[in-house]
T-cell receptor, first 109, second 113 residues
């Protein structure tokens, strides 16, 4: 089993759609969780941290389910500029990060 | 958002040569990381560095790799004897402390011929 596994994608959605990505992790002791986005041939950029209580930032909502060991990212009212690869990142121990393979989203007009 | 610069942006080297990749954080963040991303593949953790020593490293970070922060500002990744399979994008990242959000530099594209 992969340490971090993401929805394989790609996701192709129209503008305005709601889209959800899921990510599972294997190490139950993991403490820190993040979503990053990566545009083609660019560096990963932090989208949001994921907390046990869930967190929201504008159109983006992240959830953590420790019992089932999964993280989700919900994007509402998709924009063309949301087109990117979304990376799930888990820290199994402090100072060491494991990235998922990424899920590619294309938002079409 | 903290800034991180990396030099060079692109490095071409011959197999067997040594390369040094540089990262300059423009902040007082204390944790430093190196990652690599082979074209079309996932981002892979190499090493984290805190208080002038390695904090964690992956299986990829073998004896041909080393890191240091020689002058308190630059953070370097040295690859002693490059192989073809070292061709990748190398990203530096910083964070305030372990388990906090990381901020990435723009990367160095290493091409080994």
């Amino acid at each position: 089993r992969k340490e971090v596994e993401q929805d394989p994608g790609p996701f192709n959605v129209p503008e305005g759609a709601t889209v959800a990505f899921n990510c599972t992790y294997s190490n139950s002791a993991s403490q820190s969780f993040f979503w990053y986005r990566q545009d083609c041939r660019k560096e990963p950029k932090l989208l949001m941290s994921v907390y046990s209580s869930g967190n929201e930032d504008g159109r983006f909502t992240a959830q953590l389910n420790r019992a089932s060991q999964y993280i989700s990212l919900l994007i509402r009212d998709s924009k063309l500029s949301d087109s990117a690869t979304y990376l799930c990142v888990v820290e199994p121990n402090a100072g060491k990060s494991t990235f998922g393979d990424g899920t590619t989203l294309t938002v079409k007009p | 958002e903290p800034e991180v610069t990396q030099t060079p942006s692109h490095q071409v080297t011959q197999m067997g040569q040594e390369v040094i990749l540089r990262c300059v954080p423009i902040s007082n963040h204390l944790y430093f990381y190196w990652y690599r991303q082979i074209l079309g593949q996932k981002v892979e953790f190499l090493v984290s560095f805190y208080n002038n020593e390695i904090s964690e490293k992956s299986e990829i970070f073998d004896d041909q790799f080393s890191v240091e922060r020689p002058d308190g500002s630059n953070f370097t990744l040295k690859i002693r004897s490059t192989k073809l399979e070292d061709s990748a994008m190398y990203f530096c990242a910083i964070s305030e402390t372990a388990s906090y959000e990381q901020y990435f530099g723009p990367g160095t594209r290493l091409t080994v011929t």
